[in-house]
């Protein structure tokens, strides 16, 4: 049987064996001269490249685009589905994971634990000084979250574990996930500026670019933290480094950047106030094994013209 043509880069051992033997892998290389393109009937975004109409328009036999990961902005969704193309991701498997993160991150923040290891590690550390380093108490602090979804939700249940005050915003007010999970729903503005710590757990979408700006960073308590689990353009993050090298926040942990990676000489990168890690949200052993599962039953599915078992819809 002859093989079926797919496009990814990158793709781990594990998820190879899952592909088998069943088709012919090539690298992603869209540009206009590939010949590959012409053939093509199944792309892989493995690390988030792009995908757009122009491209879908040079690979006219491409059936179905399979997503490495739940959020889906870096592919143009309703360019799929004007083109007949399906669109699948990884939803709901990577929740705990990146909740685990989003907290991680907000503890490191909170309690100095990235400088504190980097001085632990210097010449300067000669004996325990009790007035060095004091962080902000996490323990019955208050933590917006900016989009309760699945991932928001799972974050709202962690940060009862330490006794905190949780409010979230979202486009629409979630009942019943207020009374299961002890929640206040507040305006956005309300959100800013009653709490220590702000979560993003949003999608990247027209409407959240640059949702975090100058205006709302002013909004923020002086001494509250940031953490983007998000997206990077959820921040314009010119006005992030505004906000941290003049006082209106404390502190913020990126785990996601735009672009991605920042540029090795980016002003962001000398902050001492600012943790950034290499998009490590959904990072973890068994969550990256059900990952690369879901994207080869999607792309297995859309080459045999089936629903896919975890699709996405245009908006
Ligand atoms: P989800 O279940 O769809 O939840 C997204 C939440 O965001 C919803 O509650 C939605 O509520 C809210 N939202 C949408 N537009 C909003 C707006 N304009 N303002 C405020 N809230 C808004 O998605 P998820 O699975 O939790 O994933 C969320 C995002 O996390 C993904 O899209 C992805 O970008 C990111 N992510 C990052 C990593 C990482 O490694 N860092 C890993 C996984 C996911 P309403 O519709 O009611 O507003």
Same mark, same amino acid.
């Given at each position: 049987?002859?093989?079926?043509?797919?496009?990814?880069?990158?793709?781990?051992?594990?998820?190879?064996?899952?592909?088998?033997?069943?088709?012919?892998?090539?690298?992603?290389?869209?540009?206009?001269?590939?010949?590959?393109?012409?053939?093509?009937?199944?792309?892989?975004?493995?690390?988030?490249?792009?995908?757009?109409?122009?491209?879908?328009?040079?690979?006219?036999?491409?059936?179905?685009?399979?997503?490495?990961?739940?959020?889906?902005?870096?592919?143009?969704?309703?360019?799929?589905?004007? %083109?007949?193309?399906?669109?699948?991701?990884?939803?709901?498997?990577? &929740? /705990?994971?990146?909740?685990?993160?989003?907290?991680?991150?907000?503890?490191?923040?909170?309690?100095?634990?990235?400088?504190?290891?980097?001085?632990?590690?210097?010449?300067?550390?000669?004996?325990?000084?009790?007035?060095?380093?004091?962080?902000?108490?996490?323990?019955?602090?208050?933590?917006?979250?900016?989009?309760?979804?699945?991932?928001? %939700?799972?974050?709202?249940?962690?940060?009862?574990?330490?006794?905190?005050?949780?409010?979230?915003?979202?486009?629409?007010?979630?009942?019943?996930?207020?009374?299961?999970?002890?929640?206040?729903?507040?305006?956005?503005?309300?959100?800013?500026?009653?709490?220590?710590?702000?979560?993003?757990?949003?999608?990247?979408?027209?409407?959240?670019?640059?949702?975090?700006?100058?205006?709302?960073?002013?909004?923020?308590?002086?001494?509250?933290?940031?953490?983007?689990?998000? %997206?990077?353009?959820?921040?314009?993050?010119?006005?992030?480094?505004?906000?941290?090298?003049?006082?209106?926040?404390?502190?913020?942990?990126?785990?996601?950047? &735009?672009?991605?990676?920042?540029?090795?000489?980016?002003?962001?990168?000398?902050?001492?106030?600012?943790?950034?890690?290499?998009?490590?949200?959904?990072?973890?052993?068994?969550?990256?094994?059900?990952?690369?599962?879901?994207?080869?039953?999607?792309?297995?599915?859309?080459?045999?013209?089936?629903?896919?078992?975890?699709?996405?819809? /245009?908006?």
């Amino acid at each position: 049987m002859s093989k079926i043509p797919v496009m990814g880069d990158d793709l781990p051992a594990t998820m190879l064996a899952m592909l088998g033997h069943d088709f012919e892998l090539h690298p992603w290389n869209v540009s206009p001269e590939n010949p590959v393109l012409q053939v093509v009937q199944g792309l892989i975004t493995y690390g988030h490249p792009h995908v757009d109409g122009p491209l879908l328009d040079r690979c006219p036999n491409v059936k179905v685009v399979s997503n490495h990961g739940v959020g889906v902005d870096h592919i143009d969704v309703a360019a799929c589905t004007a %083109r007949g193309v399906l669109v699948g991701n990884t939803p709901g498997v990577l &929740d /705990a994971s990146t909740a685990d993160m989003t907290i991680a991150l907000l503890l490191a923040l909170a309690r100095n634990v990235v400088t504190g290891d980097a001085f632990a590690h210097g010449p300067h550390f000669r004996h325990y000084d009790p007035s060095n380093m004091i962080g902000t108490e996490v323990t019955g602090a208050t933590l917006g979250i900016i989009g309760l979804g699945r991932i928001g %939700r799972q974050v709202a249940r962690r940060a009862h574990g330490f006794d905190m005050r949780v409010l979230y915003h979202g486009r629409t007010r979630q009942y019943a996930a207020e009374q299961t999970l002890n929640v206040d729903y507040v305006s956005l503005d309300d959100l800013l500026s009653q709490s220590d710590f702000v979560a993003l757990n949003c999608p990247l979408t027209p409407e959240t670019k640059h949702l975090i700006n100058s205006q709302t960073l002013a909004k923020m308590k002086r001494s509250a933290m940031l953490i983007n689990m998000a %997206r990077g353009g959820v921040i314009d993050q010119d006005a992030l480094y505004t906000a941290l090298t003049t006082g209106v926040i404390a502190g913020a942990a990126l785990d996601v950047t &735009d672009p991605e990676p920042l540029p090795r000489d980016h002003r962001l990168l000398k902050l001492s106030n600012l943790i950034i890690t290499p998009h490590l949200g959904s990072a973890s052993d068994r969550t990256r094994r059900r990952m690369q599962e879901m994207t080869v039953e999607n792309l297995r599915a859309g080459l045999r013209h089936e629903p896919l078992p975890y699709g996405v819809q /245009a908006p």
